[in-house]
């Protein structure tokens, strides 16, 4: 059974934290547009997976869409190549010595 109550409540906090990273990327605040996309995306997959009783663990929305493709729901796969470059980059662009030239 589906646990409506349970993903709207994480697909919620999906919406506002999407609203946010926007925000951040009209200002001008890119790296934190980009954490932002990454915790929208990890959030909205976390509510599905809630939804479906699952307790998912982690931040990595590649392994959660994962998870997801292990019990037969399968999104396209354009979303799981973008889920990587979101993993790949999301926790990097916080710091300012992650990359030689920082992240502005």
């Not at 663990?57 to 019990?71: D, M, V």
């Amino acid at each position: 059974m589906f646990k409506k109550k349970e993903y709207d409540r994480w697909m919620v906090e999906a919406k506002r934290t999407l609203a946010s990273a926007y925000s951040d990327l009209r200002e001008g605040y890119y790296e934190w547009a980009s954490f932002k996309a990454q915790q929208a995306a990890e959030l909205a997959v976390k509510a599905i997976l809630r939804g479906l009783s699952f307790a998912p663990i982690g931040h990595s929305i590649t392994k959660l869409l994962r998870e997801l493709a292990e019990n037969n729901i399968k999104g396209p796969k354009k979303i799981l190549y973008f889920a990587m470059k979101l993993d790949r980059n999301y926790i990097a662009l916080r710091y300012p010595d992650a990359y030689p030239e920082g992240p502005h």
